[in-house]
């Protein structure tokens, strides 16, 4: 029984390894896969499905996984494993969804999507994609955001003495509190 996928999907990718993929694709198509929502690549099997092998140079898997590790920023850790399909060695590389975003060590940062036709492909995640892709992984909050220029006037004062209600309450963090205390004594609310 066929362990590979017969076809690509957002979460799988085939990549051809006949004549030896070149490494910076590799890791390209590994950044676009962790910053969407991660998934299995397997090197040495045509977009058609067909099995055709890992070439020589990708057998091993350690080499593989650090390839990724040091071509990526941050670093990203993958599993990679040499599996036989069809009597053919092909390396299945899991990729993880990523908590933020990754690039390539030269900068290039990837996204994967769905064509009209159903196949995948990476795109370039452009600078103004960023902060609405670190919102749905819930590591940017617009409400966090500094103003310039503001002063303790420009904020309402029972939103204030609600969060110090709440702060008291759940005995909140001690960095907080001294803040917060420090603003009152100094009269800035």
Same mark, same amino acid.
Request: charge should be negative.
């Given at each position: 029984?066929?362990? !590979? *996928?017969?076809?690509? &999907?957002?979460?799988?990718?085939?990549?051809?390894? +006949?004549?030896?993929?070149?490494? %910076?694709?590799?890791?390209?198509?590994?950044?676009?896969?962790?910053?969407?929502?991660?998934?299995?690549?397997?090197?040495?099997?045509?977009?058609?499905?067909?099995?055709?092998?890992?070439?020589?140079?990708?057998?091993?898997?350690?080499?593989?996984?650090?390839?990724?590790?040091?071509?990526?920023?941050?670093?990203?850790?993958?599993?990679?494993?040499?599996?036989?399909?069809?009597?053919?060695?092909?390396?299945?590389?899991? !990729? *993880?969804?990523?908590? &933020?975003?990754?690039?390539?060590?030269?900068?290039? +940062?990837?996204?994967?999507?769905? %064509?009209?036709?159903?196949?995948?492909?990476?795109?370039?995640?452009?600078?103004?994609?960023?902060?609405?892709?670190?919102?749905?992984?819930?590591?940017?909050?617009?409400?966090?955001?500094?103003?310039?220029?503001?002063?303790?006037?420009?904020?309402?004062?029972?939103?204030?003495?609600?969060?110090?209600?709440?702060?008291?309450?759940?005995?909140?963090?001690?960095?907080?509190?001294?803040?917060?205390?420090?603003?009152?004594?100094?009269?800035?609310?």
């Amino acid at each position: 029984m066929r362990m !590979i *996928p017969k076809k690509e &999907t957002l979460t799988i990718e085939f990549k051809s390894d +006949i004549d030896c993929l070149d490494e %910076k694709e590799l890791v390209s198509e590994i950044v676009g896969m962790t910053n969407t929502e991660g998934g299995v690549l397997y090197l040495g099997v045509e977009d058609n499905g067909d099995i055709t092998g890992v070439h020589k140079k990708h057998k091993d898997p350690n080499g593989a996984m650090a390839l990724i590790a040091n071509r990526t920023v941050p670093t990203l850790s993958v599993r990679a494993e040499i599996i036989e399909e069809e009597g053919i060695g092909v390396l299945q590389i899991q !990729i *993880p969804m990523s908590k &933020t975003i990754v690039a390539t060590s030269d900068g290039k +940062i990837q996204r994967r999507r769905l %064509k009209l036709d159903g196949s995948p492909e990476n795109v370039p995640m452009y600078p103004y994609e960023i902060p609405g892709r670190l919102s749905s992984l819930s590591q940017f909050d617009y409400s966090a955001q500094i103003l310039l220029g503001a002063t303790m006037d420009d904020l309402d004062e029972n939103e204030r003495d609600r969060l110090h209600n709440i702060i008291r309450y759940r005995k909140g963090d001690k960095i907080w509190k001294f803040e917060f205390i420090t603003c009152k004594k100094q009269n800035y609310d």
